[in-house]
């Protein structure tokens, strides 16, 4: 019974800090994000951190960029850095470093300069994957085919137009 009523109070209490608007759980532990996290060679990224306290710098250090001071900035510890243009492609750990000594990583995919992104695999489209000969003559085939039966249709509208008048 005392376990029901202890689960109950903690679950309350939960709720109520979530409903009241509280600071994210993750908003007070230590942790190191970068966006985007796809990022193409000689293009920015964003990195947002906390080291538990939001008052003192940390740093932040990856083989992508080089390191990077993050300063306080609205709750979170901020940065932005340039990933050079010649920087290979790859996964690359960032690491924040806080003045306690605590640790977070997270990781930052480079894209080679010359390597395209690609958008999401969506599927569906007719014209999709190659798909383009066999799609375009079906197309084009019932296209024409449109355009026959309205011309067929017109035809016979203007020739009953016709044939009323004279009556």
């Known amino acids: 019974m005392r376990a029901l009523i202890r689960t109950t109070i903690v679950s309350a209490t939960v709720a109520g800090a979530l409903l009241a608007g509280a600071v994210p759980a993750h908003a007070v532990d230590v942790f190191v994000e970068v966006s985007p996290q796809t990022v193409q060679a000689g293009f920015s990224v964003a990195i947002r951190a906390s080291c538990g306290d939001t008052v003192n710098s940390a740093n932040v250090k990856s083989d992508a960029f080089g390191e990077v001071m993050v300063i306080p900035q609205n709750g979170f510890l901020i940065a932005s850095v340039g990933v050079p243009p010649d920087k290979r492609a790859g996964n690359f750990v960032v690491r924040l470093t806080c003045p306690s000594g605590r ?65």
Do not use: E, K, Y
């Not at 799609?135 to 016979?156: D, E, K, P």
């Open 103 to 167: 640790t977070a990583t997270t990781t930052l995919v480079v894209l080679a300069m010359n390597q395209p992104t690609r958008g999401p695999q969506t599927g569906g489209g007719a014209l999709a994957n190659g798909g383009g000969d066999s799609a375009t003559r079906t197309l084009l085939i019932g296209g024409l085919g449109m355009v026959g039966i309205g011309s067929l249709l017109g035809a016979f509208a203007l020739h009953r137009r016709r044939t009323a008048n004279r009556a």
